[in-house]
């Protein structure tokens, strides 16, 4: 398989979707597979761990990205998941064989993925056609699904439910604390490549100042004391309420059906994105479910958090072991969105055939 195929698959791959634009990915080639790691040593203690559901969902979005690629050169890529992907850090998510294209035109560089992107900023009431609802209502991978809604009854439900769960956030001094370290504010901050940049947030006037304002975690803490968390969750959990479509990924807590959540997300963000559809993702209420079955909500706060749990089984409508991975707000956007950038290839790609 040619080496140069590999990097340039990796190089396409790599704008997946990661939370806090984290990219906690290190691809590596030994010229047979393409083996999926977590980057310890570039993102330990400054996101999701290596076995959590937030790093889950981002890996599975990497191997779909990496997947659909392929698939659309020919390359016959054939996956082998870990058995418990993320459980040993040091072991790799997955490793992906290749075989080499049998006709070397097949291979261009424009791809439904590289269109994927989100946008936060507000979307018209304009409803979704009606084929593109079916395709997102009946999607599987796994036992991962798909759950969409246009009711502005469930939509007002879902609000509610990502009202409660920010109110949590921002009361949690580890999220808090990931997100404000993920803030690019200056050009020169942005050009390094990951985290988000705030020019991306689609910040109401004055949310700059304000985000500024409330990143140091110590000032958040004083002012949550007059209220402040309910304010930041009813600006959080608007544009939810306002639709106009909302899809949600849903799958058993277990680490491979998170991995599949995660490939699902992507697969269907590809596609909505194709149709000139905007993408918003909230995984504030998935990241309180997971902080819950964890036993990491802060103290006083665990009564809110089942709360959540036990309506987000009703909005949702979750049987068994199944669980919220995702919530995303969709639809035809006012304003393109500016993109986000990347890290250099060379920090979260390797070929070991050439080292
Ligand atoms: C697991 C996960 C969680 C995310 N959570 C949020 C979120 O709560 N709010 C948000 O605005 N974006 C969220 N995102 C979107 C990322 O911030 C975004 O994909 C990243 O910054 C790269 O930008 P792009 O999607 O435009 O390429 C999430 C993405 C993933 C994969």
Redesign the pocket.
């Given at each position: 398989m040619d080496s140069d195929v590999v990097r340039r698959l990796a190089d396409i791959a790599r704008?997946a979707?990661?939370?806090?634009?984290t990219q906690p990915w290190r691809m590596e080639w030994d010229g047979e597979h393409l083996a999926i790691y977590y980057d310890t040593a570039r993102v330990a203690g400054k996101t999701f761990p290596a076995d959590s559901p937030?790093t889950l969902?981002?890996m599975g979005?990497l191997i779909e990205s990496l997947l659909a690629v392929a698939d659309s050169w020919a390359l016959r890529p054939e996956l082998e998941l870990a058995q418990r992907p993320g459980a040993a850090a040091a072991a790799p998510f997955a490793r992906i064989a290749f075989t080499a294209p049998a006709d070397p035109e097949a291979i261009t560089d424009t791809h439904p993925v590289t269109l994927?992107?989100?946008n936060?900023g507000g979307y018209t009431r304009q409803l979704l056609p009606q084929a593109l609802v079916a395709e997102l209502t009946g999607s599987r991978q796994g036992a991962a699904r798909s759950w969409f809604s246009q009711e502005p009854a469930a939509r007002a439900r879902a609000a509610d439910l990502v009202k409660s769960a920010s109110r949590i956030r921002f009361r949690t001094r580890e999220i808090h604390q990931w997100l404000s370290a993920s803030l690019r504010f200056t050009p020169a901050a942005v050009a390094a490549g990951d985290g988000?940049d705030v020019d991306?947030l689609a910040l109401p006037p004055g949310g700059r100042a304000m985000l500024h304002l409330i990143s140091d975690w110590r000032r958040l803490r004083y002012l949550n004391q007059l209220g402040m968390h309910h304010l930041l969750a009813a600006i959080d959990s608007a544009p939810v309420r306002a639709g106009p479509g909302l899809l949600a990924v849903i799958a058993p807590a277990e680490p491979q059906h998170s991995i599949d959540a995660g490939r699902l997300l992507a697969r269907q963000w590809h596609a909505l994105n194709q149709h000139g559809l905007a993408v918003?993702?909230?995984?504030?209420v998935a990241d309180q479910l997971a902080r819950l079955r964890s036993g990491s909500i802060p103290p006083g706060l665990e009564p809110t958090a089942r709360d959540v749990a036990a309506a987000s089984k009703d909005v949702f409508g979750l049987a068994g072991a199944e669980t919220l991975h995702?919530l995303l707000r969709v639809g035809y956007s006012r304003k393109p969105?500016k993109?986000?950038l990347r890290l250099p290839l060379e920090r979260v790609y390797r070929d070991t055939t050439r080292s």
């Open positions: 704008r979707p990661s939370a806090d634009n937030g969902l981002s979005a994927r992107h989100t936060r988000l991306t918003h993702p909230y995984y504030v995702m969105a993109s986000a």
